[in-house]
C-alpha cells in the first residue's frame, strides 16, 4: 500500500525539522498530493501558480527542497532529466515510459526488496533503494498497437 503523509501531519513533520508551515509550502504539497505524477519543479510551479501567482520558482524549489529534508516527498533522479518529486513514501519501484516520458510507481513486495538488498555479511547498511524500470506503459503500448498499419 502506498505510503503519503496525511495533510494534517504536515506541520507536525516540518515543525520536528524546525521548520514552520507556510501558505507556499501547503499549497506546493497539496499539489504533489493532488497530482501524483511525478511532477518536475516547473510543473509544479506552472500549477501552484494557479493558486500563488505571485510566487516564484525559486520559492517552489525551496519548498521542494525543505519537503525532500524532511523526508515528506522523494526525488525521482532519471538520467539527465529534471528532477522529479515523488509524494509516495513506501518502499516502491518506478517505471519511466519511454514513448510518454510518465512515470509511474510500482509497488513492490517486501520480500522482494529483501532479496534485492546485500547480505548482511557483506556489511552493507542500506537506508533507502532506488530501482527504476525502463520500457513502454500499456497505455502507450495499447496507443501503438492501434495505430500499427501491420494488424
Known sequence: ???????????KALAGNGLRMTRQRRTVYN???KHRD??????????????LPNISLGTVYNCLE????????????????????????SEHAHFHCAACGRVHDVDLPREMLAKLAPPPATGFAVDACDLTFRGTCPA?????????PFQ
Open 1 to 11: 500500500m502506498n505510503r503519503f503523509v496525511d495533510r494534517s501531519n504536515l506541520d
Open 31 to 33: 499539489v504533489l498530493m
Open 38 to 51: 511525478h511532477p518536475t519543479a516547473e510543473e509544479v510551479f506552472r500549477r501552484v501558480k494557479d493558486d
Open 66 to 89: 525543505a519537503m525532500v529534508g524532511c523526508g515528506l516527498i522523494r526525488q525521482v533522479n532519471r538520467d539527465r532529466e529534471s528532477t522529479r518529486f515523488c509524494a509516495n513514501l
Open 140 to 148: 502507450c503500448r495499447d496507443k501503438a498497437s492501434k495505430s500499427s
